[in-house]
C-alpha cells in the first residue's frame, strides 16, 4: 500500500525558513499528506498573501510570518530556536518534530518513533536512521551519515547520560520525536543560554543536545527515519574554529549544568574534542586530516546506487514505497 494512503501519523510536524520558501512549502505539503498537523514559520519577507496562507490551511498546513527583534548578534542562533518555539506552542498534539526545509522524514520511521514513545512513558524523545542522497548524471546514490544513530540508547541516570552523549555523538535530539512539554522546555533553556552567551561558532548545536539530555530518557529504532538532501551544500552560520571554542562551549555547559551535583565537565569536554577534531585540532590531528584528504583525492570512493547495498551489513528496516514517496516529494 502507498505510505500516503495510509492514516495520518498523529504528530506536528514543525517546520522553518529563512529563505527558499518554495521548497519549504513543498516540504510542508509532504507532511500534511502523512501528519496530522503541520505548522510553518517563516521568516521570509514579502510574507505570503492572504489568498495564499488560505491555500495552505485548506491543505492542513498553519503559516505564522515571523520577524526577529532582538539582539542581531543573537540572531543566527537565537531566531531558528524561537521559530521552532512558536510552531510547538501552537502544536495540538501530543508529540512535536522538527523537520529542516528541504529534508525529510519517512511515514514509518515517524510512526515507529511515536510507537516507542507510546510504550515507555519514561522516554523523552525518539530518532531513527539516516540516509544521504545525492545526485550525479541524474543517478541518485546513497550515503549513511550519523552512523552512530545505529544502536543508540540512552537510558540512564543524567550524569551518565551526559557522558554517554558527549562519548557516543550524534545529532539525536536535533531530529527526534518529541513530547511537546519536554520539547518546548528544553528550547527555552537553550535559548536562554545562548542569550547568556552570545557566540556563532560549529558547536553550537551542542547546547541542544546536552539540554535535551537533561530532560530525559532517549534512543533510536532501526528503521529508516531521516533522509538528508545533499542536492546541495549545507550551510553554517559560521565557520569559527579552534581552541577558543571548546572553552566558549565549556562556559554554555557549565551554565547549563548548574542545579546538576558532581558533573565531570572534563570527562564531557575531552570526549567532545574527540568527536569534534576539526573545531580546534592539534598538530597530529591537522596531520592527520591532512593525510584524509589528499587521500580521497587520490582514491575515488565507490558510490552505492542501490540502498539494499548500503545498509546490507545493518538491520535497518524500510518500505520502498515510503521511500519512494519522500524521494519523489524531493524531487529525486
Known amino acids: 500500500m502507498n505510505s500516503l494512503n495510509k492514516n495520518k501519523i498523529d504528530v506536528t510536524v514543525l517546520i522553518t525558513s529563512i529563505s527558499q520558501r518554495e521548497i519549504t512549502i513543498e516540504t510542508a505539503r509532504y507532511y500534511s499528506q502523512i501528519c496530522t498537523e503541520v505548522i510553518l514559520v517563516d521568516e521570509q519577507k514579502p510574507y505570503l498573501s492572504e489568498i495564499d496562507i488560505k491555500a495552505l490551511k485548506k491543505a492542513g498546513i498553519i503559516?505564522?510570518?515571523?520577524?526577529?527583534?532582538?539582539?542581531?548578534?543573537?540572531?543566527?542562533?537565537?531566531?531558528t530556536y524561537e521559530k521552532r518555539l512558536i510552531a510547538a506552542k501552537e502544536s495540538q498534539k501530543?508529540?512535536?518534530?522538527?523537520?529542516?526545509?528541504?529534508?525529510?522524514?519517512?511515514?514509518?520511521?515517524?510512526?515507529?518513533?511515536?510507537?516507542?514513545?507510546?510504550?515507555?512513558?519514561?522516554?523523552i524523545f525518539c530518532a531513527g536512521q539516516a540516509i544521504a542522497?545525492?545526485?550525479?548524471?541524474?543517478?541518485?546514490?546513497?550515503?549513511?551519515?550519523?552512523?552512530?544513530?545505529?544502536?543508540?540508547?540512552?537510558?540512564?541516570?543524567?550524569?551518565?547520560?551526559l557522558y554517554y552523549h558527549a562519548e557516543t555523538y550524534a545529532l539525536v535530539a536535533?531530529?527526534?520525536?518529541?513530547?511537546?512539554?519536554?520539547?518546548?522546555?528544553v528550547t527555552e533553556k537553550t535559548i536562554s543560554i545562548h542569550n547568556q552567551m552570545p557566540s556563532t561558532t560549529m558547536m553550537e548545536e551542542v547546547i541542544f543536545e546536552f539540554a535535551a539530555n537533561l530532560a530525559g530518557n532517549s534512543k533510536t529504532i532501526p528503521k529508516l527515519y531521516w533522509i538528508r538532501n545533499r542536492l546541495n551544500s549545507p550551510l553554517h552560520n559560521s565557520k569559527e574554529k579552534g581552541k577558543h571554542?571548546?572553552?566558549?562551549?565549556?562556559?554554555?555547559?557549565?551554565?547549563?549544568?548548574?542545579?546538576?551535583?558532581n558533573i565531570k565537565m572534563n570527562i564531557i569536554i575531552n570526549n567532545l574534542k574527540k568527536n569534534f577534531p576539526h573545531i580546534g585540532p592539534t598538530f597530529i590531528d591537522k596531520t592527520i586530516i591532512f593525510i584524509k584528504q589528499n587521500v580521497r583525492k587520490l582514491v575515488k570512493k565507490k558510490k552505492i546506487f542501490d540502498i539494499d547495498t548500503?545498509?546490507?551489513?545493518?538491520?535497518?528496516?524500510?518500505?520502498?514505497?515510503?521511500?519512494?514517496?519522500?524521494?519523489?516529494s524531493i524531487g529525486f
Not at 63 to 79: E, F, Q, T
Not at 116 to 122: P, S, V, Y
Not at 312 to 326: F, G, M, V
Request: glycine letters at 4%.
Open 174 to 185: 536535533h531530529y527526534s520525536v518529541w513530547r511537546k512539554k519536554s520539547y518546548i522546555n
Open 133 to 161: 542522497v545525492r545526485r550525479d548524471d541524474l543517478k541518485i546514490h546513497y550515503s549513511r551519515p550519523q552512523e552512530r544513530l545505529y544502536g543508540y540508547q540512552n537510558i540512564n541516570n543524567i550524569q551518565q547520560r
Open 94 to 123: 501530543k508529540y512535536v518534530v522538527h523537520s529542516n526545509h528541504d529534508e525529510r522524514y519517512t511515514y514509518n520511521g515517524l510512526l515507529g518513533c511515536i510507537n516507542e514513545l507510546e510504550q515507555n512513558d519514561e522516554l
Open 63 to 79: 503559516y505564522i510570518p515571523y520577524s526577529y527583534n532582538g539582539d542581531l548578534h543573537k540572531r543566527s542562533l537565537c531566531s
Open 245 to 261: 571554542v571548546f572553552k566558549i562551549i565549556e562556559n554554555k555547559l557549565d551554565s547549563l549544568f548548574e542545579d546538576i551535583d
Open 310 to 328: 548500503l545498509i546490507a551489513n545493518k538491520k535497518i528496516t524500510y518500505e520502498k514505497d515510503d521511500l519512494s514517496n519522500a524521494l519523489k
